[in-house]
């Protein structure tokens, strides 16, 4: 187990409104990403960070805000909800071995009507 | 940029027997680290196994094993003794082992759906 906590699971939202989801970690990793899963893509990488304040952009990063103020929270923000980005969310951390898999929390579905 | 190409978007096995499911990356790169990831209906992404480059000796983890060719840029999975609970979206990932310039990140393949047929 990888202390890996996303909220919310499950979220529906209409197109334009914002929507935050939230990734916590308690095991002080210091690299975290969000990606995106859909059928017939995979996983595709949004956003990573690999300190407080320090974040980066990943393939698909349009209409994707993160923020990391503390070590335990990267937070995934949608200011203006598309129907495109209707998908499962998943955060993921770096583990601490040499080979540095990534350990995925349980995933958020979000739907955009 | 590194690339992960799964061919087989469905696979079936009959229980006991044995299922490869394939996998090949595009890289530039000498030294890196490659993994299978499995992905059961309850949604949770499981590390199966997983191989460094510069290890000629194919990783194994009980049932799963791996064969990695080097030189033809493949990392096939091999399921022994297929087990109903292995009915999954299976994940190949590639990830450089220079860590800087953005390279602490896993690329994903487009996955491969494994039925277990009883």
């Known amino acids: 187990d990888a202390g890996i906590t996303q909220s919310p699971r499950h979220k529906v939202t209409e197109t334009g409104t914002p929507v935050t989801l939230r990734c916590h970690q308690t095991e002080n990793h210091r690299y975290m990403y969000w990606y995106r899963q859909d059928p017939g893509h995979g996983l595709r990488l949004i956003h990573y960070?690999?300190?407080?304040?320090?974040?980066d952009k990943g393939e698909v990063s349009d209409g994707y805000s993160v923020s990391r103020s503390k070590t335990e929270d990267f937070l995934l923000t949608l200011e203006s909800a598309t129907s495109s980005q209707t998908s499962v969310y998943f955060c993921?951390?770096?583990?601490?071995?040499?080979?540095?898999?990534?350990?995925f929390g349980e995933g958020s579905r979000l739907t955009v009507l | 940029a590194q690339t992960v190409t799964q061919s087989q978007p469905e696979m079936s096995v009959q229980e006991a027997e044995t299922v490869t499911l394939s996998c090949t990356y595009d890289t530039s790169e000498s030294d890196y680290y490659l993994f299978w990831y499995k992905q059961p209906p309850s949604r949770q992404m499981i590390l199966v196994i997983r191989?460094?480059?510069?290890?000629?000796q194919n990783a194994t983890e009980n049932r799963f094993s791996v064969n990695f060719q080097k030189a033809a840029k493949s990392f096939s999975l091999k399921i022994s003794d297929s087990q109903l609970g292995d009915a999954a979206m299976y994940f190949c990932?590639?990830?450089?082992?220079?860590?800087?310039?953005?390279?602490?990140?896993?690329?994903f393949g487009k996955g491969t759906k494994l039925t277990v047929n009883p």
């Open positions: 990932a590639y990830r450089s082992a220079w860590t800087q310039g953005g390279s602490e990140k896993l690329v």
């Open positions: 960070s690999y300190g407080v304040k320090d974040t």
């Open positions: 993921a951390i770096k583990g601490q071995g040499g080979t540095g898999e990534l350990f």
């Open positions: 191989q460094e480059a510069y290890k000629q």
